[in-house]
């Protein structure tokens, strides 16, 4: 992930506790963080009213992504409560907030590390990606994943489209498409979230990967997908 990306996926997850954060991601936004501070401080003697301002501004945030990092590595984010412990706390916070991604799945989500699914070799292997609705008013149809990716909402853009009242359903709902040969799925900001069978909402805006055989719902479970090899 970019330092630019970073941030922008950090405010945009402002209050979002749930799902993972890279250590990238972690520690390009505690570099921003590091980085306005010094300006603050700069303009003293406006930074009397500019600090208080800004750490509340973040405070959310920060609180979040710390969060998302310790699911990262495989642990609860009730570990952040290690910071209340002077010195030792700080120390092992930061020695767990510099780890690798826990590789795989886990209780969490999928780890962004991943590059390419098992599921993604399969269907190179034997053909393209598709996607197939289980549930909703395209029940039986199946759609291809092309090079440019499938979206699916109501919009008359939409690759796969949805009648105009379907409960649960965005504009643009969320896209399927190809990163660095491997597949992901990305909610595109849509009002009801998009789910994965297991309940776990997808973050917004955030590239999630995704292999053949991945069930995944819009909105109230009416509308529900499969990810299937053609």
Known sequence: M?????ISHVFRNYANFSGRATRSEFWYFYLFNTLVWVGIFVLWP???????????AVMIPNLAVSVRRLHDTNRSGVFLLFSLIPLVGIILLIVWFAEDSYPGPNAYGYSMQNTVTP??????????LGVRCLAGPLQGHTYTVSASGATIGRDAS???RLPEMTPGVSSRHCMIQYKNGSPIITDLGSTFGTFLSDGRRLPVQYPFPAHVGMRFYLGGGEVQFELVMM
């Not at 970019?2 to 970073?6: E, L, P, V």
């Not at 406006?46 to 509340?56: K, N, S």
């Not at 599921?119 to 393209?128: C, D, K, P, T």
């Open 2 to 6: 970019t330092f630019g990306g970073a």
């Open 46 to 56: 406006i930074a009397i009213v500019l600090a208080p301002a800004y750490a509340l």
């Open 119 to 128: 599921g993604y070799r399969n269907a190179a292997r034997g053909g393209a």
């Open 158 to 160: 939409c690759s796969i």
